[in-house]
């Protein structure tokens, strides 16, 4: 009967064996099922924030297409406004030289006129006397009436520089947008890569989390076993303690980091931003004096028709009375030396006024490349 008893203890031992291991494979088959289920709603998660962050950089994409559209359509602009001017240039040239032309008619009038002067003077020496002073004062109203032609002259050089220092404020206004443009695809290329690296470090974050839930699980498994297992965790334990410490700490140093690293980035586009808008205030302050230059031009365009219409219809006049018509060639002479001298002052405060706008152009142009 002992041995009986005995052979039946084994087999009841063997027994209790075979069911605490299979109580440890089903606790291990739970553990597993759930870090399963676990990995699969972090794997979804990330999924659909990947997806986001694409929405997100799809529409950033869009939105800087369409601002390099409208930075095309900006410079198809500027170059038809250049086209403009450049055939008004021809045709202001093509008047200056109907203008010389008129000019050497008046030359070739006032040779006839002197020669007609000189064979009065031979044929007439005595009762000619009033008509010679008359005709002297005649060739030197002429004479300076070619004086205010030449100062004409001077005035439209003026011009012409003028529209030289229009032609470069265009050119470097088409530069500074393809600067823009290859800043802005610089920033985007930029803000890929930081959030391929954020990306990254979501990840790791992830991985790093789901060891520390692997641990955690195993640290409670161990509870539920015997005494002995219980001693050995509590000798275990301060050291978990002081790795989980120690891992807070680091997430929390990489925080105030990547604090800091968007912080500056904030600043950074806020100076893009206010550098944008300055730029396109100076572009509009630019645009409204190119306004004024050009209709001031037109004004003096019309100007000086009038004032050559009216210079070349006094050779060809009747002879009137001398006082009157000595009279009334005193009054269009000083009228045309006014309009002449409104002329000038209008160019001048012209002329000055770019050459400072170009001179602040600069000065902002280059600050900005050094905040960058």
């Known amino acids: 009967r002992e041995t009986e008893l005995q052979a039946l203890d084994l087999k009841y031992q063997k027994a209790m064996c075979g069911m605490m291991r299979l109580?440890?494979?089903?606790?291990?088959?739970?553990?597993?099922?759930?870090?399963?289920?676990?990995?699969?709603?972090?794997?979804?998660?990330?999924a659909t924030d990947e997806k986001q962050r694409g929405d997100e950089l799809q529409?950033?994409?869009?939105?800087?297409?369409?601002r390099e559209t409208t930075l095309a359509s900006r410079v198809d602009t500027l170059v038809q406004e250049k086209l403009q001017t450049q055939q008004q240039r021809n045709e202001k040239e093509q008047g200056a030289k109907d203008r010389e032309m008129q000019v050497h008619?008046?030359?070739?009038?006032?040779?006839?006129?002197?020669?007609?002067?000189?064979?009065?003077?031979k044929q007439q020496e005595g009762a000619m006397r009033e008509d010679v002073r008359r005709l002297q004062e005649e060739l030197q109203k002429a004479e300076e009436q070619e004086e205010l032609i030449q100062k004409q002259k001077r005035i439209e050089e003026e011009l012409v520089k003028k529209k030289q220092a229009v032609e470069e404020t265009e050119q470097r206004l088409t530069k500074e947008s393809q600067g823009m443009l290859q800043a802005q695809e610089e920033t985007w290329s930029c803000r890929e890569k930081f959030l391929q690296e954020e990306a990254d470090n979501y990840k790791q974050k992830l991985a790093r989390m789901q060891t520390f839930h692997v641990e955690l699980a195993q640290l409670l498994q161990i509870k539920d076993g015997d005494n002995t297992v219980d001693e050995q965790l509590e000798s275990v334990e301060p050291?978990?303690?002081?790795?989980?410490?120690?891992?807070e700490i680091d997430k929390r140093d990489v925080l105030t980091t990547k604090l800091g690293q968007m912080k500056l980035k904030l600043g950074a586009t806020k100076r893009q931003l206010t550098s944008q808008k300055q730029l396109e205030a100076e572009n509009t302050k630019l645009r409204a004096e190119y306004e004024k230059a050009k209709l001031a031009m037109e004004r003096m365009a019309t100007r000086k028709a009038k004032s050559f219409a009216s210079v070349t219809s006094?050779?060809?006049?009747?002879?009137?009375?001398?006082?009157?018509?000595?009279?009334?060639?005193?009054?269009?002479?000083?009228?045309?030396k006014r309009q002449l001298d409104e002329d000038e002052a209008e160019t001048i405060d012209l002329r000055t006024t770019p050459r400072k706008a170009q001179r602040t152009k600069h000065v902002y142009v280059a600050s900005r490349y050094l905040s960058k």
């Open 314 to 336: 006094l050779p060809v006049q009747q002879r009137s009375c001398p006082s009157e018509r000595n009279a009334g060639k005193e009054n269009r002479l000083a009228i045309i």
């Open 59 to 66: 529409r950033q994409l869009e939105a800087a297409n369409q």
């Open 23 to 46: 109580d440890e494979a089903w606790k291990l088959s739970k553990t597993q099922t759930r870090e399963a289920q676990d990995a699969q709603q972090a794997a979804e998660q990330r």
């Open 105 to 121: 008619e008046l030359r070739a009038q006032l040779e006839t006129m002197r020669h007609q002067f000189d064979t009065q003077m």
């Open 239 to 247: 050291a978990m303690l002081k790795a989980l410490i120690v891992q």
